[in-house]
């Protein structure tokens, strides 16, 4: 794992999210920024996968659950080579497969759909389930976000998924602490957040989610011997990257334009 | 037909070890056979149904053929946006069951009614919805959606349809006529067919002849018999346990109307777009809200001015 190159990748896709969001005018842009380091340290070092045959039996899977930052992810695909650069621009315009929301048709690399939250840990939980009847060894990755967490279907996946030992699966919480409209300690608390996750079975690890060396070595460490699923709880700020972004509900919401796009591709050279 | 299905199910497995069954906690001693024989393929995610779609929508992404099986409306009005977006989106091989179609768990009360699921799960796109009228046409639904592409849902009842033509043969999509006639025809689906069977007996005394049309299929609609009937009948009627709104029949108005096969009379029988709150059992349910064999027979001959 080289660090720089990661956090080069991170920044690469921070400057695509801009850009989309920019072209198109759509939203979320902070819930992107918020885990563009995440997404450099798997796509970047982490998942096993293939490019030029996305369907490869032995790849990695990774679901993004928080789909409304579906923008990072194929930010991401692109730089790792999935589909050209270009098709980026397409990004929420009439007649394009990038949907706000990620979905996966029409575009490689994308294993899953999502946009109405909590579906991505259950689904991906069903993926790890498989792998275990088929006795596969490839890993199963989620990305949540903590806002998330208050959808109820959550919880059942993390009591299956505790109950079935599926130690073939981790799923990564961008714990920003924002959602929709207030932070999530205000709309519905979430802590003690690590002992709830623990008391449901599964091991916890606590990390900043914007350090890509700290990142890449929980991810990728050698738990397959402890029968839990894993959960990785990464400290993060929403629009980071951005000074003006960083920690505003607003940028949940708002595509940066004129000034506010120049300034925040500035911070980002 | 919930045993039909449980048999049908156990001949699949024996050949396929992709075949996976998932309950959210209901069939209590019926799936004892199947978890003995083939234990890795058997799961209870608990009484979760959000979550019995979900894992079966992500076993069926890794190559897996999936079924999952819950009461009344739980396998499909409380998981329905998990059909929606990662069943059916991702058109994946995921075969939802309820046992307890229309007024089969009655007393049980409204929460056990399944009545709109019909009309509900024929409006999503990439599901097959099918809705046997006896043991033979569930165990033949079972195999044929085990093999079909997309996301099935099987609505199984509690009341047996008689079985009629035994020489039949069982496609999705094509319907079965169980009896010929001349002058009504009985679209029908469910084991309701057997009060269809009583009231064509009594039309016959009154000197009406019908034809009984099992269209165990719902969506796809079988249209080529549906333009045959109704240019050959005086007055076509479609029978359902359910919501007579978006339903059977509103997919035979739609088609007949949109193709200009427009029979003469047309008649919906079912649940007219209301709960009940009164206890029965099914048979009580179906005479309480007019779709026994008694007043189909009466508004027919109503219908016909007879």
Known sequence: MIENELKLLANKIRRHAIKMTSIGGSSHVGSILSIADILAVLYGAVLNFKPNQPDWPDRDRFILSKGHAGAGVYAALAESGFFSVDILKTHYQNGSNLSGHVSHKGIPGVEFSTGSLGHGLPVTAGMALAAKIDKKNHHFFVLMSDGECNEGSNWEAIMFASHHRLNNLTAIIDRNMLQSIHSTEETLELEPFAEKWKSFGWDVIEVDGHHCKNLFDELTKDRISNNKPLCIIANTTKGKGVSFMENKVLWHYRSPKGDEFDNAIKELE | ?306
């Open chain 2, 1 to 306: 037909m919930r045993d039909s299905f449980i048999q049908s199910l156990i001949s699949i497995a024996k050949k396929d070890k992709d075949l996976v069954l998932l309950t959210a906690d209901l069939g209590f001693v019926i799936f004892d056979e199947f978890e003995s024989m083939f234990p890795g393929q058997y799961f209870n995610v608990g009484v979760a149904e959000q979550n019995l779609t979900s894992i079966a929508s992500g076993l069926a992404l890794e190559g897996k053929k999936v079924f999952t099986y819950s009461l009344g409306n739980f396998p499909t009005l409380r998981c329905l946006e998990q059909i929606r977006n990662d069943a059916c989106y991702h058109n994946l091989n995921v075969n939802i069951v309820a046992s307890g179609g229309g007024f089969s768990y009655g007393q049980l009360g409204m929460s056990h009614h399944a009545t709109e699921d019909i009309s509900i799960m024929r409006a999503l796109p990439n599901v097959t919805v099918v809705v046997p009228s006896n043991p033979w046409e569930a165990e033949q639904a079972t195999q044929e959606l085990y093999k079909s592409e997309g996301v099935g849902y099987l609505r199984l009842d509690k009341t047996n349809g008689v079985q009629k033509n035994l020489d039949s043969i069982f496609k999705i999509g094509k319907s079965i006529s169980i009896q010929n006639g001349d002058d009504v025809c009985f679209i029908v689906c469910g084991g309701i067919i057997n009060e269809v069977i009583n009231s064509a007996k009594s039309l016959k005394e009154a000197g009406v002849s019908s034809e009984i049309i099992s269209m165990h299929t719902i969506k796809p609609l079988d249209e080529k018999i549906l333009a045959k009937v109704s240019k050959k009948y005086k007055l076509v009627v479609s029978v359902e346990e359910g919501n007579v709104l978006g339903g059977l029949g509103s997919a035979i108005s739609e088609f007949c109307m949109e193709s200009g096969h427009i029979p003469q009379k047309f008649m919906k029988i079912g649940l007219k777009d209301t709960y009940s709150s009164i206890v029965g059992d099914q048979a009580y349910l179906r005479s309480k809200y007019q779709m026994d064999a008694n007043y189909i027979t009466e508004a027919i001959l109503r219908k016909l001015s007879i």
